[in-house]
């Protein structure tokens, strides 16, 4: 690459021939946010790596990473080569530091704002991403959309990288986008990004999996029918409802009204999704009976980790077992 044109290497990378440029899948992996929970989501990325005995890193094959809150950090992560062990070991590793608990949470809240220490976060985000974390989003090659909420303006950042068209990459590094979309309000402060504070991305886009798509099919219309996506959730509990809890006071619906919004904009986006690829989409998450284990994002304690990696390895291997041809082919090192 010639040292006066570097920019080039920012650009939409170009195919090997027109041929393969025109059948050659676009494949885009989406994380979805969850807290602590996005522990089961790194442990089911992983056993189905295992599974089909991918051992490197997955910028190699995946054009597109697309991930919210714990989700944007992973894929912020993979986009640059971090092995998915080590997105895993990571957030195993500082959970439980990210999620301390705490006495009295909600009188904590009330008083001082927030249950938790950003530092915490901060120090796990600069684990997971080593050397790579203050690389900005103009200088990563591959697909990368994260959002957060801006405060301010009250609308949603959509943050991605350079493969987009470099005019569209903000100058911000991925240490600053892995803070800004994981500042769930009540649980941590604000992140400043340029001057702005920032919020959580899962208050509009927990599941990532349609603006993913919106945003490629903007920037590459004519790949779209060539899209493959492969999206994993947080294990989020699908509680069961029945219909006289409907009805219910102002502080009836203060426990459950967060985390149902969360659910039905995860499953809207994963419909959507679905509806628009077909049997070019597959979606994973927990199998099976919920566990009061999943039930909060920031419960990091040794039963909730072992309740998650289980279910991890348990819904890669459902997937495999019902979509293989799939995941076979979306995680092969083949282009």
């Known amino acids: 690459m010639p040292s006066e044109d570097r920019s080039a290497s920012l650009r939409v990378p170009k195919p090997r021939s027109r041929v393969a440029d025109a059948v050659a899948p676009l494949r885009i992996l989406s994380l979805t946010g969850g807290g602590y929970r996005g522990l089961f989501t790194a442990q089911t990325l992983v056993a189905l790596c295992n599974t089909v005995r991918r051992k490197g890193p997955l910028d190699s094959s995946i054009d597109v990473f697309a991930g919210t809150s714990i989700g944007g950090l992973m894929a912020c992560a993979l986009a640059v080569g971090v092995l998915p062990q080590r997105v895993l070991d990571a957030i195993d590793a500082y959970g439980p530091k990210v999620f301390e608990r705490k006495r009295l949470p909600n009188l904590r809240r009330a008083l001082f704002g927030t249950l938790y220490d950003k530092d915490n976060l901060a120090r796990a985000v600069d684990d997971c991403l080593g050397d790579k974390a203050r690389t900005t989003l103009a200088e990563v090659e591959r697909g990368l959309i994260v959002p957060a909420i801006d405060w301010v303006g009250g609308r ?19 240490r600053e986008v892995c803070l800004a979309t994981s500042a769930a309000p009540t649980y941590f402060d604000p992140s400043e990004v340029n001057g702005a504070p920032m919020l959580d991305g899962g208050l509009a886009a927990n599941n990532p999996d349609s603006l993913a798509l919106l945003e490629v099919a903007r920037r590459l219309p004519r790949v779209l029918s060539r899209v493959e996506m492969l999206s994993i959730g947080t294990a989020g509990a699908q509680k069961v409802r029945t219909p006289e809890t409907a009805s219910r006071s102002g502080l009836g619906w203060a426990p459950d009204l967060a985390t149902f919004m969360i659910d039905v904009q995860e499953s809207a986006a994963a419909a959507q999704a679905a509806g628009l690829l077909g049997d070019r989409y597959l979606r994973v998450n927990h199998v099976g009976t919920p566990s009061k284990a999943f039930l909060e994002m920031d419960v990091a304690n040794e039963r909730a980790r072992k309740a998650l990696l289980k279910a991890g390895l348990d819904a890669a291997a459902a997937a495999y077992r019902s979509s293989g041809a799939f995941i076979d082919r979306f995680l092969s090192e083949d282009r």
């Open 156 to 174: 949603v950042e959509i943050y991605k990288s350079a493969y987009f068209g470099k005019a569209h990459a903000a100058n911000v590094t991925l």
